[in-house]
């Protein structure tokens, strides 16, 4: 079986084959939902394809080429209660065909949405047996006999079992599938706050107040470039135009430090953190191909970044930032996320509270070394 009845409303444009994607045309305006995969599912089920209508609009879905024309428009009221009901119905019956209605709500699919598909539930000799069928269903008599010819006979009760099996069969594969998202997903926070936690250990372990703090900052981005999958790592002291107050006791480093292929000039990095302006100073900025891609966007070799201000008691010690994401295991570009400003964002701080631990230090031993002298 290889065809089946392709609805027809005369208020609405149908989408092709090849656009299952668009559900038709709703004010003007072509509507989006995943119909593709309940279509498939139908159509491998009972052995013919379906189509879908929107008993709201009377827009339709249709996966058909060579199908009967059936007028659906005297029938929309019908399945709209059927899709009300939330099971499967037969909303015609001319002998020797029915057709059956399948609510699409409980699929996911959407309240207002219903399959619907003819079948044929006695075998047809002459085209006489079907005038009275294509009739009802105002389709070509001739037409309908030879559709007829190809398929197979479903017994009515038989069908209405079939339906409601593989209906809940497509419930609940689909709620195990948004289990297994969900269940994958606590994996992966799990596995993120594991490395987060990990890296914040081993960069506690090496806070020595002596510690000279360049090597430490150099140090804390090699072990970032474990946990962040970013083309380069930087730090971008605070040395220009955001000048540190002369009162501060924090140390910070004096020079700019990077971790794997740069993919600007240096002089261009604290442009970059320029260009982002007073939102870089206050608070973590993330941007991603959206951003970036926006002819305003002056630097062309950087499709994603995150930028976290280093600071400490309100003091601007510099910046951290991660430039390109590398991409997953299949070599997809991914794009920076809560994940990654979150582990920057606590690396910045602890670097922050540290380097204002080794001014106080500092000032600490110069007031020592004067009471001595």
């Not at 709201?56 to 199908?67: A, F, K, P, Q, W």
């Not at 070509?140 to 809940?168: C, I, S, Y």
Request: glycine share 6%; net charge negative.
């Amino acid at each position: 079986m290889n065809v089946v009845s392709q609805a027809v409303a005369s208020r609405s444009e149908w989408a092709t084959e090849n656009n299952l994607n668009a559900t038709g045309v709703q004010n003007g305006h072509a509507t989006r939902m995943p119909f593709q995969p309940i279509l498939r599912e139908l159509k491998s089920a009972f052995g013919q394809p379906f189509s879908i209508v929107n008993t709201e609009s009377g827009d339709l879905i249709s996966d058909i080429e060579n199908g009967l024309s059936v007028d659906i428009s005297e029938r929309i009221g019908l399945l709209a209660e059927v899709a009300q009901r939330g099971r499967p119905e037969i909303v015609e019956d001319v002998s020797p065909l029915l057709m059956l209605a399948l609510p699409l709500k409980r699929a996911g699919i959407g309240s207002s949405h219903v399959a619907i598909s003819i079948f044929c539930y006695q075998p047809i000799e002459s085209e006489a047996e079907i005038a009275a069928a294509a009739k009802a269903l105002g389709v070509d008599a001739e037409r309908a006999f030879q559709w007829a010819q190809k398929q197979e006979v479903w017994p009515p009760n038989g069908l209405m079992r079939f339906a409601k099996a593989t209906l809940l069969n497509y419930e609940q594969r689909e709620q195990l599938n948004h289990l297994i998202h969900e269940i994958n997903e606590a994996v992966a926070h799990a596995r993120d706050t594991y490395v987060e936690l990990g890296l914040l250990h081993r960069l506690a372990r090496h806070l020595n107040i002596t510690e000279n703090e360049s090597e430490l900052w150099q140090n804390t981005l090699k072990w970032l470039a474990d946990a962040i999958p970013a083309q380069c790592l930087a730090v971008v002291p605070n040395t220009d135009e955001h000048h540190l107050p002369a009162n501060t006791n924090a140390v910070a480093v004096d020079r700019q430090i990077t971790q794997g292929e740069l993919p600007l000039r240096a002089g261009e990095l604290k442009e970059l953190v320029d260009e982002l302006g007073s939102q870089a100073i206050q608070q973590p900025v993330v941007l991603n191909r959206t951003e970036t891609s926006l002819p305003t966007w002056h630097f062309a070799t950087v499709r994603e970044l995150i930028c976290v201000p280093i600071e400490e008691s309100g003091i601007l010690l510099g910046w951290i930032l991660a430039l390109n994401h590398t991409g997953d295991a299949k070599n997809t570009l991914g794009e920076f996320g809560s994940v990654e400003m979150r582990l920057l964002s606590s690396v910045g701080t602890i670097l922050g509270i540290h380097s204002s631990n080794i001014g106080l230090y500092h000032q600490q031993a110069d007031l020592f070394a004067s009471s001595v002298q």
